[in-house]
């Protein structure tokens, strides 16, 4: 019984000191001393809902190292509550935190704290117009919050309510751009692609598609491609998934490659020339994006379920290869796999937990 109230106390000191630290103190720690040369890169570990424990992990490609919890170990700060992207910008790393509502800033090259953005609701994902502004989706928000970088103020916003659904907005999402022109993919319970003028600000168009659209991605031809997983339930689709193709300057749709109504396609990325399409949808597929040919196996899937634990992906813009992040059972560390272009392994390393979104620095 006494041990048990020791335990307790020590408990009730942690958290009343935890507590009141704001979150940019700082602690005093000494500083790992981490190599970081120009070829990296960062995996983004969302961590569990509500527990705080999203984490960055680096890895160095050419040696094969990898560096865990770089971000805490370096500033003695937690990293917060979802980590949902990253983007890296003139030497500055910008971790999107999904549940915290802020941005964090690091030195892309030391880890080192460098300030945050605060104030938004729940973003999504960060991309820069320009070394002055940036547009940040948002789930639950009921606008595309317009920043300042340098400044780390938020200047304006983007109206995208709706009264066309229950919730009165669109969930925006992941962004590409086609000349002045921003896509964005509008996902949880949304089937619209919003198009944004850059220069005035403004949601221009809207591009209907299938239910639930969780990726957006740009080719070299300037087709748009987004695929959607249909509002996935316990007993199948709302709506039929599919990978759809869009030209960017018209806003039509070219084709539409439909999936099984019990599939549930997540994540889409292009190589480096921007040529060749990957997904996952269980396993890891591949597409030729010129050619018309239907998706093939790239990589299969050690999980017999739809919702397995394959959850991240990511294609080395230089080297082709591929990168698959396994979130395992989304509570212990996760684990990377690394294959060259030809689908042969390369590396297995572990990473945080629930690991979701890569970023290379280069």
């Given at each position: 019984m006494k041990r048990k109230t020791h335990i307790l106390l020590f408990l009730i000191i942690m958290i009343s000191v935890l507590s009141c630290m704001k979150d940019d103190e700082l602690w005093e720690n000494t500083k790992p001393e981490i190599n970081t040369p120009y070829k990296g890169l960062?995996?983004?570990?969302?961590?569990?809902?509500?527990?705080?424990?999203?984490?960055?992990?680096?890895?160095?490609?050419?040696?094969?190292?990898v560096h865990n919890d770089v971000f805490f170990n370096t500033n003695s700060l937690p990293l917060g509550?979802?980590?949902?992207?990253?983007?890296?910008?003139?030497?500055?790393?910008?971790?999107?935190?999904n549940n915290s509502g802020k941005?964090?800033?690091?030195?892309?090259?030391?880890?080192?704290?460098?300030?945050?953005?605060?104030?938004?609701?729940?973003?999504?994902?960060?991309?820069?117009?320009?070394?002055?502004?940036?547009?940040?989706?948002?789930?639950?928000?009921?606008?595309?919050?317009?920043?300042?970088?340098?400044?780390?103020?938020?200047?304006?916003?983007?109206d995208v309510s709706t009264s066309d659904n229950q919730f009165y907005r669109h969930s925006t999402d992941h962004m590409v751009q086609f000349e002045n022109l921003i896509f964005t993919n509008c996902w949880s319970y949304d089937n619209q692609i919003l198009v944004?003028?850059?220069?005035?600000?403004?949601?221009?168009?809207?591009?209907?598609?299938?239910?639930?659209?969780?990726?957006?991605?740009?080719?070299d031809f300037g087709k748009i491609w987004t695929i959607t997983d249909g509002g996935y339930t316990m007993n199948g689709t709302t709506s039929t998934p599919a990978l759809i193709k869009i030209d960017a300057e018209t806003r039509e749709i070219e084709r539409t490659i439909y999936f099984n109504n019990t599939d549930?396609?997540?994540?889409?990325k292009l190589n480096g020339a921007g040529d060749r399409l990957y997904f996952l949808n269980s396993d890891v597929y591949t597409m030729d994006v010129i050619t018309g040919s239907e998706p093939e196996l790239f990589v299969e899937?050690?999980?017999?379920?739809?919702?397995?634990?394959y959850y991240g992906l990511a294609v080395d813009p230089i080297t082709d290869e591929v990168y698959v992040a396994d979130a395992i059972d989304f509570v212990q560390q996760g684990v990377i796999y690394r294959y060259t272009s030809n689908a042969e392994p390369v590396d297995t390393f572990k990473v945080g937990i629930v690991p979701g979104e890569f970023c290379f620095k280069y």
């Amino acid at each position: 019984m006494k041990r048990k109230t020791h335990i307790l106390l020590f408990l009730i000191i942690m958290i009343s000191v935890l507590s009141c630290m704001k979150d940019d103190e700082l602690w005093e720690n000494t500083k790992p001393e981490i190599n970081t040369p120009y070829k990296g890169l960062y995996v983004i570990n969302e961590g569990n809902y509500m527990y705080g424990n999203a984490s960055l992990s680096y890895y160095d490609i050419e040696s094969r190292q990898v560096h865990n919890d770089v971000f805490f170990n370096t500033n003695s700060l937690p990293l917060g509550d979802v980590a949902q992207s990253m983007v890296i910008r003139n030497g500055l790393a910008y971790v999107v935190l999904n549940n915290s509502g802020k941005i964090y800033i690091l030195d892309a090259n030391t880890f080192e704290y460098k300030g945050k953005i605060t104030g938004l609701t729940s973003p999504r994902y960060m991309h820069f117009i320009s070394d002055i502004k940036a547009y940040v989706t948002d789930l639950y928000g009921k606008s595309i919050a317009i920043v300042n970088p340098q400044s780390k103020e938020i200047t304006g916003s983007i109206d995208v309510s709706t009264s066309d659904n229950q919730f009165y907005r669109h969930s925006t999402d992941h962004m590409v751009q086609f000349e002045n022109l921003i896509f964005t993919n509008c996902w949880s319970y949304d089937n619209q692609i919003l198009v944004i003028d850059s220069d005035t600000d403004e949601v221009v168009d809207s591009i209907q598609v299938q239910e639930q659209p969780v990726a957006l991605v740009i080719d070299d031809f300037g087709k748009i491609w987004t695929i959607t997983d249909g509002g996935y339930t316990m007993n199948g689709t709302t709506s039929t998934p599919a990978l759809i193709k869009i030209d960017a300057e018209t806003r039509e749709i070219e084709r539409t490659i439909y999936f099984n109504n019990t599939d549930h396609p997540i994540e889409l990325k292009l190589n480096g020339a921007g040529d060749r399409l990957y997904f996952l949808n269980s396993d890891v597929y591949t597409m030729d994006v010129i050619t018309g040919s239907e998706p093939e196996l790239f990589v299969e899937s050690p999980y017999e379920t739809v919702i397995g634990g394959y959850y991240g992906l990511a294609v080395d813009p230089i080297t082709d290869e591929v990168y698959v992040a396994d979130a395992i059972d989304f509570v212990q560390q996760g684990v990377i796999y690394r294959y060259t272009s030809n689908a042969e392994p390369v590396d297995t390393f572990k990473v945080g937990i629930v690991p979701g979104e890569f970023c290379f620095k280069y």
